[in-house]
């Protein structure tokens, strides 16, 4: 996997907000994985700021979010649409028509998770998917288990889950949906590339699992060691743990590779 560090959250958002926007530039019809959570705040306040600075373009790009919980409308704030809109869609020029995201409002949500993997693959696939990752190790909202669900597919959140996202709904615990609907691992090793984003010391023991640990259900980002073109970014107190063991030497956002 290749590792690259950073001193803090903002180089690191700071940093792959600019190879984004140079991909763009490479690539305008570019299609972008995009996650929600904690993590990726500074990253979309760092894409914002260069947009308003007249550096990106976004006209043609495409996009897929992870997840979305289901039975909230668009409109709550707790919605992954609602963080989106406020995050980085109203600060960009994308056609909201090649914006897409699980319905968790579906009829038939087995029927939206279907439609939501064609859109994926009638857009060429997804070109780079931004990953956070939970403290038990899920990406998207694929939760350690025996087995994994390779496509689309609805999930019943834990309860750590759920505690994760209390923050985006004032704290309520009982306010956050019970369910949502997420990317399988299949649909997300599909992308051709992947960029893994940590930050804090809480994530510091999952990615030592995720980066050196046996592949595992068990540790869901664990089967990103089977992509050919991942990129683990870490501040670097996720990255403490591979540090004091001697396992990554890095710095700067240099790239590490083992
Ligand atoms: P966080 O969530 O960014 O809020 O820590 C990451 C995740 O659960 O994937």
């Known amino acids: 996997?290749?590792?690259?560090?950073?001193?803090?959250?903002d180089?690191?958002?700071a940093a792959l907000?600019?190879?984004i926007v140079a991909r763009l530039q490479k690539q305008p019809r570019l299609v972008l994985g995009l996650a929600t959570g904690r993590t990726p705040l500074p990253l979309y306040r760092a894409l914002a700021a260069l947009h308003d600075r007249g550096a990106s373009d976004y006209a043609q790009a495409?996009?897929?979010?992870?997840?979305?919980?289901?039975?909230?409308?668009p409109s709550h704030p707790g919605s992954y649409r609602?963080?989106?809109r406020e995050q980085l869609f109203k600060h960009v020029n994308l056609a909201p028509r090649r914006i897409h995201f699980l319905d968790g409002l579906a009829p038939d949500l087995g029927a939206g998770c279907a439609r939501f993997e064609s859109s994926v693959l009638k857009a060429g696939g997804i070109d780079l998917q931004i990953l956070g990752i939970g403290?038990?190790?899920?990406i998207g909202f694929n939760e350690p288990a025996p087995v994994l669900s390779p496509w689309s597919h609805r999930v019943k959140l834990t309860l750590a889950s759920r505690k994760a996202n209390a923050g985006f709904f004032d704290g309520k615990l009982r306010d956050v949906p019970r369910e949502a609907l997420s990317m399988g691992v299949a649909t997300i090793m599909h992308a051709r590339s992947i960029v893994l984003m940590a930050t804090g010391r809480e994530k510091a023991d999952v990615i030592e699992k995720t980066v050196t640990g046996p592949v595992t259900t068990r540790v869901p980002a664990s089967l990103l060691q089977l992509h050919h073109d991942v990129e683990i970014w870490l501040d670097e107190s996720a990255a403490s743990k591979l540090r004091r063991e001697g396992l990554v030497?890095?710095?700067?956002?240099?790239?590490h590779e083992r």
């Open 1 to 9: 996997m290749k590792i690259r560090i950073f001193s803090n959250e």
């Open 11 to 13: 180089s690191l958002a």
């Open 82 to 84: 609602a963080y989106m």
């Open 62 to 73: 495409t996009t897929f979010n992870l997840d979305e919980f289901v039975g909230l409308d």
């Open 17 to 19: 907000a600019r190879g």
């Open 249 to 255: 030497a890095g710095r700067g956002g240099r790239l």
């Open 135 to 138: 403290a038990n190790g899920h």
